[in-house]
């Protein structure tokens, strides 16, 4: 593994409220793990979380799914679930039959896609986090071997430079890629989140993909919603923007996508409990799985 400037930490004390988030979605891929139904296997996960990581989804777990009250909120697990083996089987497809060979998780935080997935020849796998994640990552995963070219990439991105750390890192804007932004836009003002997407196409070739989960508004604000938004405020951590129409935030970006719902065919996986409401329907909460590629400069 290739490391860029990642201090070293073990302990989950040193991480900031954000880059915690990393042991919740952790302990969410172990306790996926551990079912018999489960839609992936992460033998790193549990590690990964630690103590921390199962406390913090405790508290998630506590207000989320059926209620008796009847405001159920949306399942976190199953959300989570079908998020990660969707974007495993969209990374598979992209690098196995399509000949990608560069692949940016962006953010990667405790994701163990470079370890756990097979990788044809030749791929080079990214991980863009904060300093002090990718630190306590290298420490948690030392004796694993990962099964891809992986090169750490200590970034802010937000910051100013992250493409120049990139590109030292060993990226190369000119040749296809493909780019995960799994588990960040929702935490992102909007302008940042439009300015990232900016930046990205801006250091991606034409056809380079793209795949994403975001929120529409309506999550951020329906009264269903408040017991799981209230947890992430608690944590300094809340959720800030969501996008009714993801196709037209990205196409504003250069990138043609389609918006999934969990639930919709192709990101199902028999797991999903509830009725997809229909895009139309207004006032519904969403989430969104978006994939799709850079269209070239008119
Ligand atoms: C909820 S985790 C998701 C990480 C990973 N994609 C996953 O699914 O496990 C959020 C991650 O975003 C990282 N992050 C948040 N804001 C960031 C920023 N501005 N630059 C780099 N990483 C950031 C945090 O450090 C954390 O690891």
Same mark, same amino acid.
């Given at each position: 593994?290739?490391?860029?400037?990642?201090?070293?930490?073990?302990?989950?004390?040193?991480?900031?409220?954000?880059?915690?988030?990393?042991?919740?979605?952790?302990?969410?891929?172990?306790?996926?793990?551990?079912?018999?139904?489960?839609?992936?296997?992460?033998?790193?996960?549990?590690?990964?979380?630690?103590?921390?990581?199962?406390?913090?989804?405790?508290?998630?777990?506590?207000?989320?799914?059926?209620?008796?009250?009847?405001?159920?909120?949306?399942?976190?697990?199953?959300?989570?679930? *079908?998020?990660?083996?969707?974007?495993?089987?969209?990374?598979?497809?992209?690098?196995?039959?399509?000949?990608?060979?560069?692949?940016?998780?962006?953010?990667?935080?405790?994701?163990?896609?470079?370890?756990?997935?097979?990788?044809?020849?030749?791929?080079?796998?990214?991980?863009?986090?904060?300093?002090?994640?990718?630190?306590?990552?290298?420490?948690?995963?030392?004796?694993?071997?990962?099964?891809?070219?992986?090169?750490?990439?200590?970034?802010?991105?937000?910051?100013?430079?992250?493409?120049?750390?990139?590109?030292?890192?060993?990226?190369?804007?000119?040749?296809?890629?493909?780019?995960?932004?799994?588990?960040?836009?929702?935490?992102?003002?909007?302008?940042?989140?439009?300015?990232?997407?900016?930046? *990205?196409?801006?250091?991606?070739?034409?056809?380079?993909?793209?795949?994403?989960?975001?929120?529409?508004?309506?999550?951020?604000?329906?009264?269903?919603?408040?017991?799981?938004?209230?947890?992430?405020?608690?944590?300094?951590?809340?959720?800030?923007?969501?996008?009714?129409?993801?196709?037209?935030?990205?196409?504003?970006?250069?990138?043609?996508?389609?918006?999934?719902?969990?639930?919709?065919?192709?990101?199902?996986?028999?797991?999903?409990?509830?009725?997809?409401?229909?895009?139309?329907?207004?006032?519904?909460?969403?989430?969104?799985?978006?994939?799709?590629?850079?269209?070239?400069?008119?």
């Amino acid at each position: 593994m290739t490391t860029h400037q990642n201090p070293a930490t073990g302990d989950p004390a040193a991480l900031t409220a954000l880059e915690r988030t990393a042991l919740l979605t952790a302990a969410l891929r172990a306790a996926e793990t551990s079912r018999a139904d489960r839609l992936y296997t992460d033998p790193y996960a549990a590690g990964l979380a630690g103590s921390t990581g199962r406390a913090l989804l405790a508290e998630v777990a506590a207000v989320t799914g059926r209620r008796t009250d009847g405001q159920d909120v949306p399942s976190t697990p199953d959300f989570n679930a *079908i998020r990660t083996r969707f974007l495993d089987d969209h990374l598979r497809h992209l690098t196995h039959e399509r000949g990608v060979r560069q692949v940016v998780l962006a953010p990667a935080g405790l994701d163990t896609r470079a370890w756990r997935l097979p990788w044809p020849d030749g791929t080079r796998l990214f991980e863009i986090d904060r300093p002090a994640l990718l630190g306590h990552k290298r420490e948690r995963l030392a004796e694993a071997t990962p099964r891809a070219d992986l090169r750490s990439v200590a970034a802010d991105l937000t910051g100013p430079d992250w493409e120049e750390t990139l590109r030292a890192s060993g990226y190369d804007p000119a040749r296809p890629s493909v780019w995960v932004l799994e588990g960040l836009l929702y935490y992102l003002p909007r302008d940042e989140v439009h300015r990232l997407l900016n930046r *990205i196409a801006a250091c991606s070739t034409p056809g380079s993909g793209i795949a994403a989960d975001l929120v529409n508004s309506a999550a951020l604000t329906l009264p269903q919603m408040r017991p799981l938004l209230s947890v992430f405020e608690g944590w300094g951590t809340p959720w800030v923007s969501g996008f009714d129409e993801p196709e037209i935030l990205f196409d504003a970006c250069g990138y043609t996508v389609t918006a999934l719902q969990p639930g919709d065919e192709g990101a199902d996986f028999g797991r999903w409990p509830d009725p997809v409401p229909p895009r139309d329907v207004p006032g519904e909460r969403r989430v969104f799985f978006v994939h799709g590629s850079l269209r070239a400069p008119r």
